[in-house]
Nanobody
Framework: VQLQASGGGSVQAGESLRLSCTAS????????MEWFRQAPGNQREWVGS???????SYADSVKDRFAIFRGRLESAMILEMNRLKPEDSADYFC???????????????WGQGTLVTVSS
């Protein structure tokens, strides 16, 4: 099982960016999916999550600016980031709780980071 995050880049403050996260491999079921971010020198912080049923929740720092979509594919997740601020600059990571076909319990899988840089 692999989790792939993509879509990072450099933008100006106020602009938008879309990140993608896709799970692949011998997957039986994908449960909750989440986004985290980590800026240099800071701890990794939770950004938001999307449950299997589509329910979402967000950190206060991004609420009303960011939106997470699961889409038609249960194994994919989008993070729409609007009105970006310099303090949103960080490596963004996705995490998913996955039941692999060769497993009998759900496990947390992490994708590699995708870098977002917001200039003022």
């Amino acid at each position: 099982v692999q989790l792939q995050a993509s879509g990072g880049g450099s933008v100006q403050a106020g602009e938008s960016l879309r990140l993608s996260c896709t799970a692949s491999g011998n997957i039986f079921e994908v449960n909750d999916m989440e986004w985290f971010r980590q800026a240099p020198g800071n701890q990794r912080e939770w950004v938001g999550s999307a449950k299997r049923d589509g329910g979402t929740s967000y950190a206060d720092s991004v609420k009303d600016r960011f939106a997470i979509f699961r889409g038609r594919l249960e194994s994919a997740m989008i993070l729409e980031m609007n009105r970006l601020k310099p303090e949103d600059s960080a490596d963004y990571f996705c995490k998913a709780r996955i039941l692999a076909q060769t497993d009998n319990v759900f496990r947390d899988y992490w994708g590699q980071g995708t870098l977002v840089t917001v200039s003022s």
